[in-house]
């Protein structure tokens, strides 16, 4: 199963028909199962929806309006598989500026069936500033997962944080691992570090190959793409 996340880089008020091209290319061209965006706007999503047959789409906004500022943490998975259960929550507890996050950030969350196989999958986009607010969003994070511990899954997204910090090896523990841990090459342009974005994975899922793609100019983001197999 091959399995992409990227970071598309809201940039709605200078959208170009060149990024919404480029973006359409690199899916007929990677012809992944699945896709988890983050910093996808409204207008690129509905793009997505009308050039693109062989998938669908989920995933609700954070602030579920049309606006500039509005972004979806959306999925996009082929059609041959079976959508179980979808939803969007919030990482906050009562306040969309809770932990002093800048927005109010969400969670994707996808249940899936793919030849009698059951999985699920968590896509995500945490706080760019403070490692407090992270930490907090962490937490929340894992208090879904909790619920559904028997199921194998996959998490994905902008961590806005690299593979040593703290927040991130509480978070993995002893149950979850980054699929990407060996990585040196950054996946956010211009800035040199370890990767921020992640694919982590449950145990009973082994990762084949993982790789950023370095090629693809689109966001200020490379994608990660990584071939996933469900143990039986």
Same mark, same amino acid.
């Given at each position: 199963?091959?399995?992409?996340?990227?970071?598309?880089?809201?940039?709605?008020?200078?959208?170009? @028909?060149?990024?919404?091209?480029?973006?359409?290319?690199?899916?007929?061209?990677?012809?992944?199962?699945i896709i988890c965006f983050q910093e996808l706007n409204f207008k690129l999503k509905k793009y997505i929806e009308e050039n693109i047959q062989n998938?669908? @789409?989920?995933?609700?906004?954070?602030?579920?309006?049309?606006?500039?500022?509005?972004?979806?943490?959306?999925?996009?998975?082929?059609?041959?598989?079976?959508?179980?259960?979808?939803?969007?929550?919030?990482?906050?507890?009562?306040?969309?500026?809770?932990?002093?996050?800048?927005?109010?950030?969400?969670?994707?969350?996808?249940?899936?069936?793919?030849?009698?196989?059951?999985?699920?999958?968590?896509?995500?986009?945490?706080?760019?500033?403070?490692?407090?607010?992270?930490?907090?969003?962490?937490? @929340?994070?894992?208090?879904?997962?909790?619920?559904?511990?028997?199921?194998?899954? @996959?998490?994905?997204?902008?961590?806005?944080?690299?593979?040593?910090?703290?927040?991130?090896?509480?978070?993995?523990?002893?149950?979850?691992?980054?699929?990407?841990?060996?990585?040196?090459?950054?996946t956010l342009k211009y800035i040199h570090h370890l990767p921020i974005d992640f694919i982590i994975t449950s145990k009973n899922i082994k990762c084949?190959?993982?790789?950023?793609?370095?090629?693809?100019?689109?966001?200020?983001?490379?994608?990660?793409?990584?071939?996933?197999?469900?143990?039986?």
């Amino acid at each position: 199963m091959k399995i992409v996340t990227f970071n598309l880089q809201n940039d709605l008020i200078k959208e170009t @028909i060149d990024k919404k091209e480029l973006l359409i290319n690199f899916i007929k061209v990677e012809n992944p199962d699945i896709i988890c965006f983050q910093e996808l706007n409204f207008k690129l999503k509905k793009y997505i929806e009308e050039n693109i047959q062989n998938y669908i @789409i989920v995933g609700t906004s954070r602030y579920q309006t049309n606006s500039f500022i509005d972004e979806y943490n959306s999925i996009l998975i082929k059609k041959d598989i079976d959508l179980l259960e979808t939803k969007t929550f919030p990482l906050y507890k009562r306040f969309k500026h809770d932990f002093f996050s800048v927005f109010p950030r969400i969670c994707t969350y996808i249940k899936l069936k793919k030849a009698n196989q059951t999985f699920q999958i968590y896509n995500t986009h945490l706080d760019h500033l403070f490692n407090y607010t992270r930490k907090h969003q962490l937490q @929340i994070l894992k208090k879904h997962l909790k619920h559904h511990e028997d199921i194998p899954t @996959i998490i994905t997204g902008d961590f806005n944080m690299t593979k040593n910090n703290p927040n991130l090896e509480n978070f993995l523990e002893s149950k979850l691992i980054n699929t990407g841990s060996s990585l040196t090459k950054s996946t956010l342009k211009y800035i040199h570090h370890l990767p921020i974005d992640f694919i982590i994975t449950s145990k009973n899922i082994k990762c084949q190959s993982i790789k950023i793609d370095q090629n693809t100019h689109i966001s200020d983001h490379y994608p990660l793409i990584a071939h996933l197999k469900l143990n039986s």
